[in-house]
């Protein structure tokens, strides 16, 4: 179950979705929290129940019930975030810039995990959603907290990897 299932549950054309899947999972700067809950938010955010219940139900084995649920609130409040931050961006007209959002991010404040782990779990879920304000915010903020570069690089690796696997499920479940 988990990974394996996913793996095993690709078609052959995504072999290299298959292999990609096992490499950023196996070979990663991440510590265990990180690399589970990256995985955690991105399947949240690729919106596949099979990739979500699988990557879960094996997180669970790897993190603390609190790093489940903290990568499951970035990916919730980074639903919010990034649909706000792009829209205000791509709308084009600086002086929205200047409008409070007056919405509620309390999580962001105490997430209940290293604020570095919750920000690296955001920064992957925006890579997923496609909010560029927000990618460049929190990897300004991972960089300036001490995260390296290779660490941003494989949480971008997991988001898009996670995005592959979620979408051809997707493609094979309309198929089928």
């Known amino acids: 179950m988990g990974i394996d ?3 095993q549950e690709l078609p052959e054309y995504a072999r ?22 990256t995985l955690v938010a991105t399947a949240v955010a690729s919106r596949n129940a099979r990739v979500l219940r699988e990557i879960t139900e094996e997180a669970a084995k790897n993190i603390s019930e609190e790093a489940l649920r903290a990568a499951k609130a970035a ?3 980074m639903a919010m975030n990034n649909v706000y931050y792009r829209a205000k961006h791509l709308v084009g007209d600086e002086a929205y810039q200047t409008i409070p959002a007056r919405l509620r ?52 690796r997991i988001a898009g990897v996670v995005h592959a696997v979620a979408v051809t499920l ?6 089928a």
Request: hydrophobic content about 40%; aromatic content about 4%; glycine content about 8%.
């Open 5 to 7: 299932t996913l793996k």
């Open 16 to 37: 290299d979705t298959k292999l990609n899947l096992g490499s950023v999972t196996t070979t990663s700067s991440l510590t265990p929290q990180q690399l589970w809950g």
């Open 75 to 77: 990916a919730s409040i």
């Open 105 to 156: 991010m309390q999580i962001i404040a105490s997430p209940g995990v290293a604020k570095l782990d919750f920000e690296l779990w955001s920064l992957a879920v925006s890579a997923v959603t496609g909010c560029g304000v927000c990618l460049e915010s929190h990897e300004k903020t991972l960089t300036g907290s001490g995260a390296s570069r290779d660490n941003v690089n494989d949480a971008l």
């Open 170 to 175: 997707d493609a094979e479940a309309a198929l």
